[in-house]
């Protein structure tokens, strides 16, 4: 009997945990579409687009308190083992970060307002298209390292993230030379920094999803220092006062 | 007998609440900490100063791993009843709340070497640094309300957001116009851009903890939405290319 009972409740967590790893696919995928949707509404200068991705953020923040206390619950009343507790905290920790995908897509869509000008040069905008890009395959590869329980394919998240902090570097050191050369360009200047450095922020939540997936499948965390290359935070570049 | 066990549970539960309290409490601590010293080190261009911000950044994010660990561990091996296990919900949303403002800390630290110059007027800083008094503020009185569980003060917390938000908006307009004034302050105006709505953000993360306090009071999310007044991601202003 006490093994039947032991039996039902293994199930019943197996139940749990199948049901909240298709809460984060879904989580996942909504987090991708908000981002794409206000990166489309930032490109093609759409307000009503933006504001949109704006609402249904709340979705996101919706299904981030279902997962928490779906977690929780099943915490509660199957008491899981060690390794099973590790799997829920890393539930969690992604629920989180994807969360803050969605928070950051928000703020994107409600800067498309603030953008809709035609001093910025396209090249800009392509640029911020660019790092978007990158940001979702990374997203992307998160999501599956998790589907697949790969640690691998985390690591290699880790690795390519330096890839987006490059761009965004890049692309601040560009925007800072057209202000400074157009004071007409300032104001939409530091909407499209301020999305591209929202960007650059979800390749860092991308690369905590692959490292809560690592800390899942290993026991551990990743063994060295994550690289960065966003080296605009401590930048000072020649002044071009000359124009 | 059943009744001495429950009570051995309950008073093992009441301890593991106690130290899950003092733990947010030196989490709080260290969170309040972080914004002073990183806009210290801001204010007075101290470089060697901002370093030891991000370096001590480390601490908060393992002491809210140790909230995490603890509060799932006392939920597996309490099985507490659904209002205690409110309480822990909050405990883990407060936590991750503290965690995030060490991140916009660290990141007002990276920020003081590109800071390194002597353009932006003295005002500006210290739009800032009233911002962050405001944000401090805010800050003790969310984890107060946690310490006593003051629902009333939960409220008064999220409506006094609003007085943040607005100051944000009003030196996010000033440092336009400097910029676009002076285009030799373009590069330091954007890293004070980014620090101010750090603290900004701060005062959103205060808010969280006051919501996940009147929750925990409660047993519901605060009634009506949360009052705005940053009206920066949408904002245009006339341009001044005549300098």
Redesign the interface.
Known sequence: MAIAITDHTTKAFDADLLELTRMIAEMGGLAERQLIEAVDALVKGDRAHGERVVLADSLLDARQRDV??KA??T???R??MAID?RE??GI?RIA?ELERIGDLAK?IG??V??L??ELMPRKALRGVAHMTELALHLLRDALDSFAEKDGTKAIDVRNRDEEIDAMYTSLFREL?TY??????T??FG??L??CA?NIERMGDHATNIAEAVYYMVEGHAFANERPKADA??????A???S?
Chains 1, 2 share one sequence.
């Open positions: 928490e206390l929780i619950a915490i509660a009343t008491q899981p507790l829920i905290v969690l989180n703020n409600k800067r307002d603030g809709n000008g800072l202000m400074m050369e157009d004071p007409g300032v104001a530091i909407h920094l301020f450095k605009t935070s401590g930048m000072t570049i002044f071009n006062t124009h």
